[in-house]
C-alpha cells in the first residue's frame, strides 16, 4: 500500500477495521519503520483517529470493576455503569466472583482481631488463583499478624513515604 502511495493514515484505519487488536501506537510506528526503510521516506502524517463505541453500549473500566469489588464504604459513590452491570459481568466472567468473595474474606479477617482466621484463609486459598499473593502473605505473616493483632499502624508513616517518592521537586 505504501508503494502503491496510499495515504499512511487509511492505512491505518483499514488495518484497523480489517480485525487488528493490537497497540495502535505500536502498529502507526511499524508504518512509519516501513516507510523509511523500504521507500526511503518519513512519514509525516496527521495520525489522528478517534475510537468510538455505539451509544448503546456501556463500558466499565477494569479500574473501575476493582474499586468496586474493593470499595466497603457504602457512602462511596460507585461508577453508575458498573452498578448496572456487575450482575452481568459476575455472570460471564465467573472469576470477578471468586475474586470478590476471596477480596471480601482477606478484608473481613484483616478488618477483625482473629489470628487463626489468616491460617484458615492461606490453608483455602493456597492452591487457587491467587496462590502468589498467599505466598506473599507466608513470607510475611508476622506482620501481617501484627496488623490484625495490633491497632497501631505504620500508615502514616508510608503515606508520607509514597508522598516524597511521588513529589517532583525533591532532591
Not at 483517529?49 to 463500558?59: A, C, E, R
Not at 470499595?71 to 466472583?97: A, F, H, L, S
Not at 476471596?102 to 477483625?112: T, V
Not at 491497632?151 to 525533591?170: C, I, L, M, Q
Request: contains cysteine; charged residues 25%.
Amino acid at each position: 500500500m505504501l508503494y502503491d502511495k496510499i495515504d499512511p493514515a487509511n492505512i491505518l484505519g483499514y488495518i484497523i477495521r480489517a480485525g487488528y487488536a493490537g497497540n495502535i501506537t505500536t502498529l502507526r510506528n511499524k508504518i512509519q519503520r516501513v516507510a523509511r526503510n523500504n521507500f526511503n521516506f518519513k512519514v509525516n502524517v496527521n495520525w489522528g483517529y478517534k475510537f468510538v463505541y455505539p451509544k448503546d453500549i456501556l463500558i466499565v473500566k477494569r479500574s473501575e470493576l476493582l474499586k468496586y469489588i474493593t470499595t466497603k464504604n457504602p457512602k462511596t459513590k460507585r461508577n453508575e455503569n458498573t452498578v448496572k452491570c456487575i450482575d452481568i459481568i459476575r455472570q460471564k466472567y465467573k472469576t470477578v466472583g471468586v475474586l470478590e468473595n476471596i477480596y471480601n474474606d482477606f478484608h473481613e479477617i484483616i478488618m477483625g482481631k482473629d489470628t487463626a482466621l489468616l491460617e484458615n484463609f492461606i490453608v483455602k486459598y493456597e492452591s487457587s488463583i491467587v496462590e502468589s499473593f498467599i505466598s506473599g502473605l507466608k513470607d510475611d505473616i508476622v506482620s501481617v499478624n501484627n496488623a490484625i493483632s495490633y491497632k497501631e499502624s505504620n500508615g502514616f508513616v508510608e503515606g508520607n513515604n509514597n508522598k516524597f517518592k511521588v513529589r517532583p521537586d525533591r532532591v
